[in-house]
């Protein structure tokens, strides 16, 4: 009887507490946590947020891009990967969204203060790091991840914070941190089975690796993951991820033989599946093997599992044309392009390939053709759109100032006093035609102008010293004695 007093009380205090929790979990849901992840959803379908474990559609391949985008120093000689860049979210995307993540910061900080107890908290602490990451304020984004990390050491987000806050080190420079959270951010998915965060963060060190020029560093950990994991699926997922790398680099050998073993020794889905066969093929076409390059694009076009990727077909069936064909200006190749254009608009896939015609062109300094390619790779963003950009601003640049220059020239004038001022004012021009050569990686060609403009200005002319300065800076390097001699004119 005793007993039974003593029980019952506990008993009933037990439910009592449980009872609270469960309301005190159900009320922090509906009034706040549940708001907050429809608001984020809103937030990333905003700006096209695409989470690699979601994809839907193929990637966007261009070999040779990467070669194209250096690895940048700043002063203090740590390292500054291109890549990097698109984790950051355009300010221009994010104006319109702003209220919406301080909305999620505000009900994030009303969980932590009214419900410390409650089990929505650890995923509050990620939506609002998620939301200062979105906002390019890496400190307080590291701070919650941290937060999180240290609170729920082995909770259900914690894949997703370290990760995260990987990221959030390597955008403040912090390089030696950041691989390192990587590194326990891959052990972390390992334990938790997330093989999404696993891929994203094999995906990052792969791109650090192909920055720092080590290729064979950069599959390294698919390799490796490859022969640890036990789902083929997965599997065949990673092993799509290493043939793209070697496309990437131009290595077309290591990725056709990369993305034969998908379909030969794993069980891919449908999209891994896609993407293995499309650059399997397009492999073979960059290997000049045309008829097995056009056998695949056959099946993949006969298939009706990918009815929704027939632009991705399209577009290498026209890099496979322009192989074959040779000329770059061929009239049925120009049409099959049009063709494309207007069956397929905005699509990246398409703007993929003109941006590769534009670099074929812009190699062949046929200036006036690649800018018009240039400017259709740009139409939206995608992988090329930063690249494209660039060398669409510097070749306008070039038209404009050979225009002005042209207008210089026809005029005809009496009187010596204008006649040497529009002298002036055509060497200034000729200079700024060399600088966009030398933005251009055209040394020669920049120190012809920046010669021209110095022979032929007037001797009264001020800017002469600017135009002596820029030949010798960019003899500096060659020839140090030339540059040298410079300084004494």
């Not at 979210?89 to 993540?101: F, L």
């Not at 200062?132 to 729920?152: A, D, G, N, T």
């Not at 060190?205 to 920055?211: K, L, Q, S, V």
């Not at 100032?401 to 200034?428: A, L």
Request: glycine share 4%.
């Amino acid at each position: 009887m005793t007993l039974t007093r003593t029980i019952l009380p506990l008993f009933i205090l037990a439910v009592i507490v449980q009872g609270c929790t469960w309301y005190d979990d159900q009320t922090t849901y509906f009034n706040t946590y549940y708001n907050m992840n429809r608001i984020m959803t809103d937030v990333k379908d905003e700006f096209e947020f695409v989470d690699e474990g979601r994809r839907v559609k193929p990637r966007v391949l261009i070999p040779g891009l990467d070669t194209i985008n250096k690895l940048e120093k700043v002063e203090s000689g740590t390292k500054n990967y291109q890549f990097l860049k698109s984790f950051i979210v355009d300010r221009a995307k994010m104006q319109p969204v702003a209220p919406k993540i301080d909305s999620i910061l505000m009900k994030g900080s009303k969980v932590l203060a009214n419900h410390p107890k409650s089990a929505y908290v650890e995923g509050s602490l990620f939506l609002m790091a998620e939301s200062y990451f979105f906002r390019q304020e890496w400190i307080p984004s590291q701070q919650k991840c941290v937060e999180l990390i240290e609170r729920y050491a082995d909770g259900d987000w914690s894949p997703d914070a370290h990760l995260l806050l990987s990221k959030d080190l390597l955008l403040q420079r912090k390089i030696s941190q950041g691989k390192q959270m990587l590194s326990r951010t891959i052990d972390v998915a390992w334990f938790k089975e997330r093989y999404d965060i696993l891929s994203e963060a094999y995906r990052i060190e792969a791109e650090m690796a192909i920055e720092d020029g080590d290729l064979e560093k950069a599959v390294a950990p698919y390799k490796q993951a490859i022969a640890q994991s036990e789902d083929n699926e997965v599997r065949a997922r990673w092993q799509v991820d290493i043939g793209s790398i070697y496309y990437r680099q131009g290595r077309f050998d290591l990725a056709e033989e990369a993305f034969g073993k998908v379909d030969k020794f794993y069980t891919p889905d449908i999209l891994a599946e896609f993407e293995s066969q499309l650059y399997r093929a397009a492999s073979l076409v960059q290997l000049k093997r045309y008829d097995e390059a056009e056998l695949i694009f056959e099946e993949l076009s006969e298939n009706r599992n990918y009815d929704d990727w027939e632009s991705f077909i399209s577009a290498e069936r026209l890099a496979l044309e322009r192989a074959k064909g040779g000329e770059i200006d061929n009239p049925a190749l120009i049409a099959k392009e049009r063709s494309a254009d207007t069956s397929f608009v905005g699509r990246p896939e398409l703007m993929a390939q003109s941006f590769q015609k534009a670099m074929s062109l812009y190699k062949q300094h046929n200036y006036e053709e690649a800018l018009v390619y240039f400017a259709k790779a740009k139409v939206i963003r995608t992988p090329v759109y930063e690249v494209a950009n660039k060398y669409y601003t510097l070749l306008k640049q070039w038209e404009d100032q050979h225009r002005k220059i042209e207008g210089f020239h026809k005029v005809i004038i009496e009187r010596e006093s204008i006649r040497d001022s529009i002298k002036m004012m055509t060497c200034r021009e000729i200079y700024s035609l060399g600088r966009v050569h030398e933005e251009l990686g055209n040394s020669d060609s920049a120190l012809l102008y920046y010669r021209q403009a110095y022979d032929s200005t007037s001797e009264k002319d001020g800017e002469r010293s600017k135009y002596i300065y820029a030949q010798a800076r960019l003899l500096a390097a060659e020839d140090p004695d030339a540059s040298d001699s410079l300084y004494l004119v």
